[in-house]
T-cell receptor
Framework: AQTVTQSQPEMSVQEAETVTLSCTYD???????LFWYKQPPSRQMILVIR??????QNATENRFSVNFQKAAKSFSLKISDSQLGDAAMYFC??????????????FGIGTKLQVIP | DAGVIQSPRHEVTEMGQEVTLRCKPI?????LFWYRQTMMRGLELLIY????????DSGMPEDRFSAKMPNASFSTLKIQPSEPRDSAVYFC????????????FGQGTRLTVV
């Protein structure tokens, strides 16, 4: 079974600084997707960034980027120029590839990010 | 589109009572998911539907839980009878499989069983 591990229950960062959230996963599949979701106090789950396993290039979305190390099964999220609105729970997640139509997403336990003004 | 709509946002009920959570997916989405979030277990997939048909309900904890999707625009998750350990936030999410996009989540229902 696939597992997703987030070893940092809480992190803090100064406003405008950079922070990296860690995630490791375990799978025997070669075709899969990895995600970071953000959950602010409003409870809404918001997709931050997505990485296809077959792509070597790391995904980037504005101030958010990932460091995808396939051999090490590591998928960290870097937030640059942190803003107060980035304060939230961040969840790392895994899904098998679309072949076969498998839909289940496995989530990590989450990392709570605090942004200090 | 207004996104995935869940109701109610908060529900407090007494142990033994029936609870029904509701979800309206995004129009045109053919997959619908029910998740449960707790501090201890994180986010767990309970069940998902494709074109209104339940595909995988292996995450449903026990027979007290049931889910239906009578049409493409409505789904319910029912707990009968409810127990204090069912207290959690329940999320509904929907996805369009053909577009290869990820799921959009509703704002969740916080259920408290006393």
């Amino acid at each position: 079974a696939q597992t997703v591990t987030q070893s940092q229950p809480e992190m803090s960062v100064q406003e405008a600084e950079t922070v990296t959230l860690s995630c490791t996963y375990d799978t025997s599949e070669s075709d899969y997707y990895l995600f970071w979701y953000k959950q602010p106090p409003s409870r809404q789950m918001i997709l931050v960034i997505r990485q296809e396993a077959y792509k070597q290039q790391n995904a980037t979305e504005n101030r958010f980027s990932v460091n995808f190390q396939k051999a090490a099964k590591s998928f960290s999220l870097k937030i640059s120029d942190s803003q107060l609105g980035d304060a939230a729970m961040y969840f790392c997640a895994y899904r098998r590839g679309n072949s076969g139509g498998y839909q289940k997403v496995t989530f990590g336990i989450g990392t709570k990010l605090q942004v200090i003004p | 589109d207004a996104g995935v709509i869940q109701s109610p946002r908060h529900e407090v009920t007494e142990m033994g009572q029936e609870v029904t959570l509701r979800c309206k997916p995004i129009s045109g989405h053919d997959y619908l998911f029910w998740y449960r979030q707790t501090m201890m277990r994180g986010l767990e997939l309970l069940i998902y539907f494709n074109n209104n048909v339940p595909i995988d309900d292996s995450g449903m904890p026990e027979d007290r839980f049931s889910a239906k999707m009578p049409n493409a625009s409505f789904s319910t998750l029912k707990i009968q009878p409810s127990e204090p350990r069912d207290s959690a936030v329940y999320f509904c999410a929907s996805r369009q499989g053909q577009a290869n996009t990820e799921a959009f989540f509703g704002q969740g229902t916080r259920l408290t069983v006393v």
